[in-house]
């Protein structure tokens, strides 16, 4: 509705995880790097975590965009899945052509697919998106899948992205095999107050109209303390308030219309 009048190009805040507008914070960079290497190096397990819209998801998205032509990868999103459900997915996402059967058929056709691509100097990596979500009985399972490998190397890199209580999950007694697995760990922390003012910079410049509008010092206050740095309510209160700004036709994005959107938007993301 308000592209024009501001002369972007996209939206610049929309909440999905597209990883052009990965913003390259410290701690976000850290992360990405961390999966770089581990997938590179063949670490094995992997967990990402942060609290609900801190940018996990983009991160990994941005993962993919640096990940080489030899590199497969399965990225399962639907953790509301059964082992062998879980298996047959990982198959469908690496586009293996395999014959239905139990969990064990499937988990030796899963094999062989791998041990084909090490041949082929191929790696491969399952990346699981809300992990939290899993089941002490999947996550044993995904242990399982890290046994696949030669004396030498890893066959499958395993990265588990999910919420804090991830960690707590992992950290049960029935899991202690897997836990002594993970290879490397990362929480992602929230942004702090100048990286708010370089993220709401960085989102308007990749969208095209960067020097076209003015999020105030105050402005910019108010919305790191209505978010508390999470990048995706500091998304929802922009896009807000550059609607607002299109209405009062104001390039000018200052206190007064960061207040008028955070009383429409009421108490429930403060909370969140």
């Known amino acids: 509705m308000y592209e024009k009048f501001y002369g972007f190009t996209e939206k610049p805040f929309n909440t999905t995880p597209d990883p052009r507008f990965f913003f390259p914070s410290n701690k976000h960079t850290e992360a990405l790097n ?6 590179q190096e063949r670490k ?3 967990v990402i975590t942060g609290e609900i819209g801190a940018g996990k998801t983009t991160v990994s998205r941005a993962l993919l965009n640096k990940l080489d032509m030899n590199t497969k990868v399965a990225l399962i999103t639907n953790t509301h899945i059964t082992a062998k459900e879980l298996i047959a997915q990982i198959l469908q996402e690496l586009e293996v ?8 058929k499937l988990l030796a056709q899963l094999n062989d697919y791998l041990i084909r691509q090490l041949s082929a100097d191929a790696n491969v ?3 699981i998106d809300e992990a939290q979500n899993l089941k ?3 996550l044993e399972q995904i242990r399982l899948l890290s046994n696949l490998e030669t004396d030498k190397d ?3 890199q395993i990265v588990l992205v999910g919420q804090p209580e991830l960690n ?3 950290s049960l007694y029935e899991l202690r095999q897997l836990q002594q697995r993970i290879m490397i760990r990362y929480h992602i922390s929230p942004l702090d107050k100048l990286e708010v003012k370089e993220y709401i910079r960085h989102r308007l410049n990749i969208a ?3 020097n076209q509008i003015d999020f105030t010092d105050e402005a910019t206050e108010m919305v790191f303390n209505f978010s508390g740095g999470t990048p995706r309510l500091i998304n929802i209160i922009c896009d807000r308030a550059l609607l607002a700004g299109y209405v009062a036709e104001t390039n000018n994005i200052d206190a007064g219309i960061i207040n008028k959107c955070m009383e429409e938007l009421g108490s429930y993301y403060v909370t969140q």
């Open 136 to 138: 002490a009985q999947q």
């Open 208 to 210: 095209g109209a960067a």
């Open 168 to 170: 707590h999950k992992l």
């Open 34 to 39: 961390s999966l770089i290497y581990a997938v």
């Open 97 to 104: 052509e395999y014959k239905p059967g139990g969990k064990q």
């Open 125 to 127: 990596v399952l990346i």
């Open 44 to 46: 094995g397990f992997v």
């Open 154 to 156: 890893k066959l499958l």
